[in-house]
């Protein structure tokens, strides 16, 4: 079952979603394979430092985090990653990592990598290590208003 918090969001928004079930899996690349969607396609969530403050950086599963491009792109003077211990207790609904991309439920800003914007669709995780959400790219820019910046490079 997708997170509740999640869910009760887009129910109310009256937003289209499909959830997508798969297998156990823990990493990006893992989750893409189980569940038969591309890597350029689904979203993973990294959590990310601005000068202190907690973020989510969205980006394809295929890529990573270019910290000195994020840097550059928000006009920071710190950008880091975040590790799991300073952010697991923000996610009280999600298993650790796979907390899905709408940072304004949780209080943080939302930045989307720019290839993200290109999809008509979005898939990312649902709160756990077995449930995707795909709905368009449109309603998640709608209602999470992501900043979009160009920080992802391929692995």
């Not at 887009?10 to 937003?15: F, N």
């Not at 430092?49 to 989510?56: H, L, N, Q, S, V």
């Given at each position: 079952?997708p997170?509740?918090?999640l869910?009760k969001?887009?129910?109310?928004?009256?937003?289209?979603y499909q959830?997508?079930?798969?297998?156990?899996?823990?990493?990006a690349?893992?989750?893409?394979?189980?569940a038969?969607?591309?890597?350029?396609?689904?979203?993973?969530?990294?959590?990310v430092?601005?000068?202190?403050?907690?973020?989510?950086a969205?980006?394809?599963?295929?890529t990573?985090?270019?910290?000195?491009?994020?840097?550059?792109a928000?006009?920071?003077?710190?950008?880091?990653?975040?590790?799991?211990?300073?952010?697991?207790?923000?996610?009280?609904?999600?298993?650790?990592?796979?907390?899905?991309?709408?940072?304004n439920?949780?209080?943080m800003?939302?930045?989307?990598?720019?290839?993200?914007?290109d999809?008509?669709?979005?898939?990312?995780?649902?709160?756990?290590?077995?449930?995707?959400?795909?709905?368009?790219?449109?309603?998640?820019e709608?209602?999470?208003r992501?900043?979009?910046?160009?920080?992802?490079?391929a692995?």
């Open positions: 079952m997170v509740q918090k869910r969001f887009l129910d109310e928004q009256g937003v289209s959830t997508l079930a798969h297998p156990p899996a823990f990493t690349q893992e989750i893409a394979a189980a038969h969607v591309s890597g350029k396609e689904l979203a993973k969530t990294v959590m430092k601005i000068d202190g403050r907690m973020a989510m969205v980006l394809p599963a295929s990573k985090v270019d910290l000195d491009q994020f840097l550059e928000t006009i920071a003077q710190r950008v880091e990653l975040a590790s799991e211990q300073e952010f697991e207790d923000r996610f009280p609904d999600c298993a650790v990592g796979a907390m899905p991309p709408f940072g439920l949780y209080g800003d939302v930045y989307v990598s720019g290839e993200l914007t999809d008509e669709d979005i898939v990312f995780n649902a709160g756990s290590l077995t449930e995707l959400i795909r709905l368009s790219y449109r309603d998640f709608r209602l999470v992501p900043k979009v910046l160009s920080f992802a490079e692995v």
